[in-house]
């Protein structure tokens, strides 16, 4: 009799679990995939969402010129965190970039269409839900933002995600290329740039800001011109000493924000390499009109880099340590070497 009872008891605890979990028996037992794996254009991600297991609702990483999004690494590496915490959480990933550019005009969605052509449709706090997350250099107010991120995604409307914070604990390289592809005009350009550089090369990024007045940010003070011409002199030296341990037969692409200084530099050593273009920071030239060249050579550098052995950032005392090599080396997976001086 007890026995019955108690096979009783459990077979009813059963009943009550399968009824009210049904979506994850149908998950866990059924189906055997994992939801992690998902993109919007997967036919058992569809099958899920019609049949109410995963919600109806989006995260949009927006860059419209409405806030202050930061440089190109910036925005991007806020964009792959952020496509990573969809993913982890089963909600539809898009992308709306037009500020100061449009995204699509460099590079292309690849495994999945991640655009949204109206941002305006989905500006509205009845069904979308404004989630404002700027990255910090103390480490634990990253945290708090994680967490007001995390819980902003257990709610039922859309996010409308503005943010550059990063994980750098996160599969970047698979990331990039599940979102991004070359466009044809930006691949054409990066195969001619390679092409000419004809071997295998270090990259080495120079970050001045504003200390040589030629490049518009809030980073560093212009320099008085006996100071600029010390800074160009020391950063000379020390790339020198850097070419002196380049590999044999290797080139070395120099990436910087002051086009002053690759000027400077471009008859220093015959392996040297850079696009010759200028280039603007999108943030605080994003009013501005300016030639399409201008971003593509930003493209161009990151790509470049990218396709490095090995990633420099040669940084003094007086310069500003960009997030720009370092994503890239991140997403390539490629050596990363910080070399302050």
């Known amino acids: 009799m007890k026995s019955f009872i108690k096979s009783n008891i459990m077979f009813k605890v059963l009943i009550f679990w399968v009824s009210h979990y049904y979506k994850l028996f149908i998950y866990f037992f059924l189906f055997k995939i994992k939801l992690k794996d998902w993109t919007p254009s997967d036919k058992k991600f569809n099958f899920f969402l019609k049949r109410g297991i995963i919600k109806d609702r989006k995260i949009i990483f927006v860059c419209d010129g409405s806030k202050n999004h930061g440089g190109l690494a910036d925005?991007?590496?806020g964009l792959l965190t952020i496509y990573f915490y969809s993913k982890k959480n089963v909600i539809p990933f898009f992308i709306y970039w037009d500020s100061p550019?449009?995204?699509e005009s460099f590079i292309w969605p690849n495994t999945f269409d991640w655009r949204i052509n109206r941002i305006k449709d989905y500006k509205n706090h009845n069904i979308s839900f404004p989630v404002?997350?700027?990255s910090n250099i103390e480490g634990w107010k990253n945290l708090i933002k994680k967490s007001f991120l995390l819980r902003a995604m257990k709610t039922n409307k859309n996010l409308l995600v503005y943010s550059n914070l990063v994980n750098k604990k996160i599969p970047f390289?698979?990331?990039f290329n599940e979102l991004f592809q070359c466009s044809d005009d930006l691949k054409s350009e990066l195969n001619f740039h390679i092409k000419k550089i004809g071997s295998q090369y270090c990259s080495y990024t120079f970050r001045f800001g504003n200390l040589f007045n030629d490049f518009k940010d809030i980073v560093g003070k212009p320099l008085e011109e006996r100071e600029k011409m010390l800074l160009l002199e020391k950063n000379i030296n020390e790339l020198k000493s850097l070419l002196k341990k380049l590999p044999k037969n290797f080139k070395a692409v120099v990436t910087s924000d002051s086009y002053f200084f690759l000027?400077?530099?471009?008859?220093l050593d015959s392996r040297i390499y850079f696009v010759d273009k200028e280039i603007k920071h999108p943030e605080y030239n994003k009013n501005e009109e300016i030639n399409t060249e201008i971003w593509t050579k930003s493209f161009l550098d990151f790509?470049?880099?990218m396709n490095a052995e090995k990633v420099y950032q040669v940084k003094s005392q007086e310069m500003y340590q960009s997030g720009f090599p370092e994503l890239a080396s991140l997403i390539s997976m490629k050596p990363y070497v910080l070399h302050s001086f």
């Open 173 to 175: 390289k698979t990331l």
């Open 75 to 77: 925005r991007l590496r």
């Open 303 to 305: 790509y470049l880099i």
């Open 263 to 267: 000027k400077k530099i471009e008859n």
């Open 101 to 103: 550019f449009k995204l």
């Open 132 to 134: 404002i997350i700027d």
